[in-house]
């Protein structure tokens, strides 16, 4: 079975760091672009960039480039996502999924992590 | 960016209901268009992709049609499983970005 398996929940304060993971199982990795996706509380789906885990080849939304990085370790299966400071606008679900396909247009997002919640307050 | 518009934002139907739901985007994306099913609470879900294919598992009740800059997705008979919000993607360019969602209620 075709899994993505999200770090947990994250509760930070402003201007710390943080880097969540998101394990991929039942495909091969190094095959398909890896996306993350933002949810802001009540709100919709927001595209924040991919990665091809293979060479590490990435994507950004224009409005992530240089707020968060994405990365990928090919030899442990396993993308992140991560902010050297957070901001209180950073709350929200983030979410994993699996571009089908083989190519970044790919065949939609097929796979979906079970989201990360992470929480910025003071 | 490509952006991308969902009309209408919300609806209300009843089971057995005809739902069409329309996307259009500010630039052709040809067929490089997915629809998703979030249900509150839960994970987003591929429902379409290519702007026609239907993703395996997905009852054949959900169609998908469109080209270029407008397209549509069908519910031919709403089902009491099918209440959630739909977006629609566009994967031509990156960003690739959603529309803002149409939630489908109870009438």
């Known amino acids: 079975e075709m899994q993505l398996v999200q770090s947990g929940a994250e509760v930070k304060k402003p201007g710390e760091s943080l880097k969540i993971s998101c394990k991929a199982s039942g495909y091969k990795f190094t095959g398909d672009w890896v996306g993350w996706v933002r949810q802001m509380p009540g709100k919709g789906l927001e595209w924040m960039g991919i990665?091809?885990?293979?060479?590490?080849?990435?994507r950004y939304s224009p409005s992530f480039q240089g707020q968060v990085t994405i990365s990928a370790d090919k030899s442990i299966s396993t993308a992140y996502l991560q902010w050297s400071s957070l901001k209180a606008s950073d709350t929200a679900i983030y979410y994993c999924?699996?571009?089908?396909?083989?190519?970044?247009?790919?065949?939609?997002?097929?796979?979906w992590g079970q989201g990360t919640t992470v929480t910025v307050s003071s | 960016d490509i952006q991308m518009t969902q009309s209408p934002s919300s609806l209300s139907a009843s089971v057995g209901d005809r739902v069409t739901i329309t996307c259009r985007a500010s630039q052709s994306v040809y067929s490089y268009l997915n629809w998703y099913q979030q249900k509150p609470g839960k994970v987003p879900k591929l429902l379409m992709f290519?702007?026609?294919s239907l993703q395996k598992g997905v009852p054949s009740r959900f169609s998908g049609s469109g080209s270029g800059t407008d397209f549509t997705l069908t519910i031919i008979s709403l089902q009491p499983e099918d209440f959630a919000t739909y977006f629609c993607q566009q994967s031509y360019s990156t960003p690739y970005t959603f529309g803002p969602g149409t939630k489908v209620d109870v009438k």
């Open positions: 290519g702007a026609s």
């Open positions: 990665i091809f885990p293979a060479d590490s080849d990435t």
């Open positions: 999924a699996r571009q089908s396909g083989g190519s970044p247009r790919g065949d939609g997002m097929d796979v």
